[in-house]
């Protein structure tokens, strides 16, 4: 997992980069704190937690684009700010009602930020943060059994939000910011609740340089490739099944197995090949369909008998086929997509808590020099709820 989601936070920097200069006009460095607040959705917490507020604090380098630059795609986006951030999250310090506990998140992300407005001394707009995070409280059978949001130390990062900045002098820049964090392990291992929560931050920005003029200029548009297209991919992922961490709880009390701290559900892997077939009617966006194939390692039978007692009269499959519909959003040679879709044929048993559409969110970077080649990763999930699996990928576009 820890290679998937560094693999994220190269792909979300990589494009927005590509032929941007690395030199003291276009870097800074920012330090701040956060206070937090652990979101509590459905009364999940309330066994483990008995107060909800924490703090923390980050640094980040970043990397602005500039007029100067002479980038349409960066023009196009209000210039936004690139940056490597790394950043901590004192939730082990939150009071708790028993020896089960979180412990303090640290986190390291890949940070892009652009503004909708700019007036004077003051701008405006959203961020997003994606990267990878350590924490060293996890859900252990015996010593930690209440801690059903974290099944693993390594989790992923996502943060989103809006940021207000004010410049002090033309190289300090003072930053408020409101985010929503989200932990998980995106059900590499169970169980995977995801701590969520909701901050207010403050901090200094440190430009190397005076920054300049950031008003947009009239650049000639660069052309594209309008029209249809077809994107054929690979993937390879793993998902722990909740279900599975269940019947092994049931086996336990059955006396037929012994609980350890040590004993885990095992991954189970997912194999994914796919083609869709999109129409880009602009520099920014596409819009297509697509259908995909996939093999889904699985023992949903055993758990089906363990659980139920009985075995699903539908039978089981270990093979998905699913339809969706996709939107992408483009900047230079990295985009981003959003999917909506629905398995046409898929059986899973009687205790699987699949559902019959899914949902998927990922980027993907075209590889300079490499005809239609990319790297992707994507995010499955099913009801806009928890992660189902992590999917890195390579395609071919046509």
Known sequence: MRRNLLLVILLLVAGPLYAQRFDKEHISVFAGGRYSHILDGHGMCRDLLSTYDTGGAGVLVGLHTHPSDSSWWANAFNYPTISLG?????????????????GDFYNLYGRMQFDIVRAGWFSFGPALEVGIAFTPKYFQYISNPLNKFIGSPVEGYLGGGMELKFMLHPQWQLSLDVTLIHHSDGMTRVPNWGVNEVTAG??????LSPVPDMKRVRLDKPAFPKGLRWNVYTAVAVHACDTERKAQAQRAENGEIVLTDKLTVPPRIRAIVGVEATYRYARMFSTGIGVEGMYAANRYRETDLILRGETDPKGYS????????????????????AQFGVYAFKRTGLTEDIGRCFQRIGLRYHVPRCGGLYLGFDMRTH???RS?????HIGYTF
């Not at 189902?388 to 890195?392: I, K, S, T, V």
Request: net charge positive; proline share 4%.
């Open 86 to 102: 790394f950043s901590w999250n004192h939730t082990g310090g939150l009071s708790f009602r028993n020896a089960s506990r979180l």
């Open 202 to 207: 403050a901090g200094i920005r440190y430009f």
């Open 383 to 385: 009801k806009f709820d």
């Open 388 to 392: 189902y699996c992590l999917e890195p």
């Open 318 to 337: 270990p093979f998905f086929v699913s339809v969706f519909l996709t939107q992408e959003f483009h900047y230079d040679r990295l985009s981003i997509h």
